[in-house]
């Protein structure tokens, strides 16, 4: 059992990423104002282009989302050629949904305006601080990756 002290102090973290990551979607969705792409298409492009060509199922399990949803996501996002359906080359009865360079360029527009973001907001670290947080940053993510494996 954790002390008082440390239970006070995981409820600061815990609330204080809480309102970081408010921040930073409700400053994404600004960006993205400027963009044909609703929050939920930039999230399905981000995994697209991280992870690859993704068939419906693979892309809705990735971004929570029910598989109809997904599809509709994807029939939208190939209207404004941001996708491809293409056939798989070993199993042509896999369709995976591939991205166009159109989707490709705003999603990397989108990630630079956001990156200009966070780099304003660092302005006034040190760069030891900066370093230091992105070391820290870093292990935090290794050690929840390794708690959703328990």
Do not use: C
Request: net charge negative.
């Amino acid at each position: 059992m954790k002390t008082d002290a440390s239970t006070i102090t995981i409820n600061k973290i815990e609330k204080r990423m809480r309102y970081i990551s408010g921040i930073i979607k409700q400053n994404g969705r600004k960006i993205l104002n400027n963009y044909p792409i609703t929050s939920p298409q930039f999230v399905a492009l981000q995994w697209l282009l991280e992870e690859g060509d993704l068939t419906i199922g693979e892309l809705s399990n990735k971004i929570s989302l029910a598989f109809s949803t997904t599809t509709d996501l994807v029939d939208r996002m190939e209207r404004n050629e941001l996708v491809e359906r293409v056939r798989d080359s070993k199993d042509r009865r896999v369709v995976r949904i591939h991205v166009l360079e159109k989707g490709e360029s705003i999603i990397e527009e989108v990630i630079q305006k956001r990156q200009e973001y966070l780099g304003e907001v660092l302005d006034k670290f040190s760069l030891e601080q900066t370093e230091q947080l992105s070391e820290l940053l870093d292990f935090l993510h290794e050690e929840m990756i390794q708690v959703d494996k328990k």
